[in-house]
């Protein structure tokens, strides 16, 4: 939980949110990174896919990626369907329950999950999960 918050915090509280003609598969592996979880950049459709260094899950908690294919969001109060991300309007918070996102299907929701530095093989995972 500890890991979702400084996530949370960074993404909330970032004064440099995001570069000028940034996406949202940019801002977020931005915001990733700098809290400290990085992963190699992959585009909203290759995280919609999943990749490696996330973990579908069914019940999202905040930290959590939502994503739609084109699309791409950080979940901040899953009990209100919140998510953080690159809107129109810029950087804000939005829900995923809305029409507008209900119409580009249902979203994936992935977790972060943390590597063991002693193993050998990266496709190995502890149990420790974001």
């Given at each position: 939980?500890?890991?979702?918050?400084?996530?949370?915090?960074?993404?909330?509280?970032?004064?440099?949110?995001?570069a000028?003609?940034?996406?949202?598969?940019?801002?977020?592996?931005?915001?990733?990174?700098?809290?400290?979880?990085?992963?190699?950049?992959a585009?909203?459709?290759?995280?919609?896919a999943?990749?490696?260094?996330f973990?579908?899950?069914?019940?999202?908690?905040?930290?959590?990626?939502?994503?739609?294919?084109?699309?791409?969001?950080?979940?901040?109060n899953p009990?209100?369907?919140?998510?953080?991300?690159?809107?129109?309007?810029?950087?804000?918070?939005d829900?995923?329950?809305?029409?507008y996102?209900?119409?580009?299907?249902?979203?994936?929701?992935?977790?972060?999950?943390?590597?063991?530095t002693?193993?050998?093989?990266s496709?190995?995972?502890?149990?420790?999960?974001y």
């Amino acid at each position: 939980m500890d890991d979702r918050l400084a996530l949370l915090g960074t993404a909330l509280d970032s004064p440099h949110h995001a570069a000028p003609h940034s996406d949202c598969s940019h801002f977020v592996h931005g915001l990733y990174e700098r809290a400290g979880f990085p992963y190699q950049y992959a585009s909203s459709s290759d995280l919609y896919a999943g990749v490696n260094e996330f973990r579908r899950v069914s019940a999202p908690q905040p930290g959590d990626l939502v994503v739609w294919p084109g699309h791409t969001g950080i979940v901040t109060n899953p009990s209100r369907h919140s998510f953080f991300s690159i809107l129109s309007s810029g950087p804000g918070v939005d829900s995923y329950a809305t029409p507008y996102w209900k119409r580009r299907g249902r979203p994936r929701f992935f977790r972060y999950i943390k590597t063991s530095t002693t193993l050998r093989s990266s496709s190995l995972r502890t149990s420790n999960d974001y």
